[in-house]
């Protein structure tokens, strides 16, 4: 399969290669808008992309394949597909349109999830995120692009930072009001926002107002196919270090401490696209920061109290991951049939029959674990693991500033037993 960009100027734009490529293929998938562009061809099949997405495009694909057996077969084609004496050992070539480079939060991305790199060759148009850098003099190295097409909103509230340059794919003439709300409710109503209409065609359009106007005053109608530009003006943010402060989450006390927080993410190590299981999750904290870490990091945060699952959510989505995973029920049982970790926390219930064996057995050959005890039998199972294992044991005091009368003290907090094992690739734990 092969995906053509098309840029803002549609049909007429694309070079003669690629108009040709289009116009030959056996099938062609699109938008609706693409394949109104496109000149009549009879005997060329025509395929609007599936609502939803997702689960839609695996039964078409093996539509399309059904058909190529058959043309193949037969030596005819489907009575609104071309017709040919016999089809090529590969079957009847397929061209997907997309808009821009369809790399970029486009189809080819999941095409290839689909089908696999070497099935689907890409022929970008140049980005709408570059035709938008280049509007705003925004160097590449100095923004974010955050795609918002078909996602939550509250993935931008991650970003917040003042001073901070955004790039917003939008999904539709919506999505500015929704962004506009956020930041307001962020403390981020000064925000500059730049709406970018229909980039790099004749109709091109700019909007340029604040957050806290929009709201106020809402413009007309917004193009629908645009780029949010945003220039964000606020308080400072919660920063991308692990350790947030407590009070950035709502919690019932059943919370990993900020300074423990921060020393089991460190051992957790946070890397781009792995996965994360936060057993005995409380108020979600540790999987929200393993997020936070990278845009592609996931979490799933088991929680057996209902009340604290649901208190999870809201905090995931108010600090910008609302991708979090929430499962409620009890591990080790609710750990079956999850994704395999490659890093585990177990923030409570560790001393539970079979949890321990339960995560080290599903943890990804060179994953961690981290379990944190404040009980006497906690610490004597972390040390049994210890020695079974290896690994690293640890123990934590941490002790903040209190009144005592007109004086200053110490106040200790419980003091917490950490066990830390990384598995290495060539050896798994039985």
Not at 49 to 78: F, K
Not at 208 to 224: I, K, N, R
Not at 268 to 276: D, E, I, K, R, V
Not at 291 to 303: K, L, Q
Request: charged share 20%.
């Amino acid at each position: 399969m092969t995906v053509v960009g098309i840029g803002a100027d549609g049909w007429s734009g694309l070079p003669e290669r690629l108009r040709a490529l289009v116009l030959a293929a056996d099938t062609v998938l699109g938008g609706r808008r693409h394949l109104a562009m496109l000149p009549d061809r009879p005997r060329q099949r025509r395929r609007v992309w599936p609502s939803p997405l997702r689960e839609g495009l695996p039964p078409l694909l093996a539509s399309l394949d059904s058909a190529a057996t058959d043309g193949a077969s037969t030596g005819s084609a489907s009575p609104d597909g071309p017709s040919t004496g016999s089809a090529s050992p590969d079957g009847p070539s397929t061209v997907a349109l997309a808009s821009g480079d369809p790399l970029v939060s486009g189809i080819a991305t999941t095409l290839i999830d689909l089908l696999g790199a070497d099935a689907v060759r890409v022929e970008p148009a140049v980005s709408s995120v570059a035709l938008a850098r280049a509007r705003m003099g925004w160097p590449a190295e100095r923004c974010t692009v955050v795609g918002l097409v078909g996602r939550d909103p509250r993935l931008l509230l991650r970003q917040l930072a003042p001073g901070h340059r955004v790039l917003v794919l939008s999904s539709d003439g919506s999505t500015p009001a929704a962004v506009a709300a956020l930041l307001v409710g962020a403390g981020y109503g000064a925000s500059r926002m730049t709406v970018l209409g229909d980039l790099g065609a004749d109709s091109e359009s700019r909007l340029e107002t604040t957050a806290d106007h929009w709201l106020a005053s809402p413009p007309g109608t917004v193009p629908p196919l645009h780029v949010l530009a945003l220039e964000l003006l606020g308080p400072p943010g919660h920063g991308l270090v692990a350790g947030l402060p407590d009070d950035a989450f709502e919690h019932d006390g059943q919370l990993t401490k900020r300074d423990l927080r921060a020393s089991a993410l460190a051992r957790l190590a946070p890397s781009p696209g792995q996965h994360l299981w936060d057993v005995g999750a409380g108020a979600g904290s540790v999987g929200i920061e393993w997020m936070r870490a990278h845009p592609s990091c996931t979490a799933t945060a088991v929680e057996a109290h209902p009340e604290r699952a649901a208190r999870i959510g809201r905090n995931a989505g108010r600090l910008g991951v609302p991708g979090l995973d929430v499962v409620t029920g009890r591990a080790p049982d609710a750990l079956a049939g999850l994704p395999a970790p490659d890093a585990v926390f177990v923030g409570g219930g560790a001393t539970r029959p079979g949890v321990l064996d339960a995560c080290l057995g599903a943890l990804r050959p060179g994953g961690r674990i981290v379990v944190h005890g404040v009980t006497l039998e906690t610490e004597h199972l972390l040390a049994d693991a210890h020695r079974r294992h290896g690994g690293e044991l640890t123990r934590i005091a941490v002790e903040t500033t209190a009144p005592i009368g007109g004086f200053t003290g110490w106040t200790p907090a419980r003091t917490v037993t950490q066990w830390c094992l990384d598995v290495s690739a060539r050896q798994r734990p039985e």
